[in-house]
């Protein structure tokens, strides 16, 4: 099961101002009903506590199975038909100050680009784009098949490609995705290198965003938990405002996250053992696909809970319309 919008749970607060409200409203009709003359025991006022009760119950369901909807469950699988064994994938590299730590046998960078150079080896039918980020992305190389310009690319790149600071993933992530053309006849994956250190914008929700324009994220984390300094190209250590060293160190939780929520996988790279994986990440997502010609993608579940509030909205104004008598 993926919940792929957790923030609408938050519209769940509602039920306490309605609790608030029917509570006021059950009582004031309970005192015009003893001002009319019906005592506690009377069968007028059994039957408006009874229907009162009932109601209320259906309009904690029209609001539950509501937000339900919005934050869109998913689980279960289903089957396409179409033919989708050709794949596309968007490369997007994290090139800020702190990809120079040296905690992965080299620079974190390098272990990228080692990583990246294996891929193309491996996985050499592909369509490839390139995207790297520090604090706005660029798109460096659109999708092509031209690996020889990739590999000449890998070898020059550096964290001065681009001087913003920051690392602005969110930004990062869509226009890797907008690289990849709207082709369902085709697999399409974003693969992610990063520390995930210092990441600006809303990285979920640019997951859940590639995850709706069924767009698989892969991520490759690369440092220590322990982390490392960060040597610049002159030889000086890089300082906060305080000056203070700056320790850096990988964020894996974000990564995984952000991978587990499009159905793709998290990979740690900071092994060298590991990089003989990366194409057998994919292999397994992949793989069926290109023998077979059929695929399988998670099922939307919110007409379900459409349905469910629709159904309570309905049996809430019909027993709103019965007699009491």
Known sequence: MRIMDPRYFMFLLALI???LLSAFFYRRSLIYLRRLGYGKASQIV???RVRSYVRFLL????VFFSVLALVDFHWGMKPESSDRKNLDIALVVDISHSMLAQDA???RLDRCKDAIYLLLEEISQARYSFTLFKGEPVLFIPLTEDLITLETFITRLNTDFISTPGSNLEEALLTGARSLPDNQERNR???LFTDGEGLEGNVLQAARELYSQNIQLFTFGIGTEEGDVIRLANGELL???EGETVTTRQHSRLLIEMA???GGTYLDLTEIYNLGEIGMVLSDSYGQLESRGIGFTSTHRYRFFCFMALL???LYFILGKLRWE
């Not at 309009?59 to 029209?62: D, K, R």
């Open 239 to 241: 300082k906060d405002k």
């Open 312 to 314: 309570f909205c309905t």
């Open 46 to 48: 059994r039957r408006y």
């Open 260 to 262: 587990d929520l499009t």
């Open 59 to 62: 309009l904690n369901g029209v």
């Open 105 to 107: 046998g080299g620079t």
């Open 17 to 19: 101002p309605l609790w």
């Open 189 to 191: 994956a974003v693969l």
